[in-house]
Nanobody, 122 residues
Framework: QVQLVESGGGLVQAGDSLRLSCGASGRTFSHYAMGWFRQAPGKEREFVATISRGAVTTYYVDSVKGRFTISRNNTKNTVYLQMNTLQPEDTAVYYC???????????????WGQGTQVTVSS
């Protein structure tokens, strides 16, 4: 079973960039599609991005298209979320998760990390 640990969050100003990483323990990382979700204060957790096992397929929520890029390195057992032109509305706890296939629904993901805080000031 894979365990996931996010890192790379922090406090930045609007317009800045951050690169989140999610490292996986175990030997089956490449068997999973991976996704990023986020949860802002007072809101439900929402889908952000996902990537297929071989990185051929990606999907993004409309609000981050053109600004965020999901990628993975199966040799390093790591999935990334490059976040550019950050806005205060991006402030949230960001979670990585693993699924059988790249999807947008939270219930499709079977493994979750603990989350990392991203705060964007104006």
């Amino acid at each position: 079973q894979v365990q996931l640990v996010e890192s790379g969050g922090g406090l930045v100003q609007a317009g800045d960039s951050l690169r989140l990483s999610c490292g996986a323990s175990g030997r089956t990382f490449s068997h999973y599609a991976m996704g990023w979700f986020r949860q802002a204060p007072g809101k439900e957790r929402e889908f952000v991005a996902t990537i297929s096992r071989g990185a051929v397929t990606t999907y993004y929520v409309d609000s981050v298209k053109g600004r965020f890029t999901i990628s993975r390195n199966n040799t390093k057992n790591t999935v990334y979320l490059q976040m550019n032109t950050l806005q205060p509305e991006d402030t949230a706890v960001y979670y990585c998760a693993a699924a059988a296939f790249p999807g947008t629904q939270e219930k499709e993901y079977v493994l979750w990390g603990q989350g990392t805080q991203v705060t964007v000031s104006s």
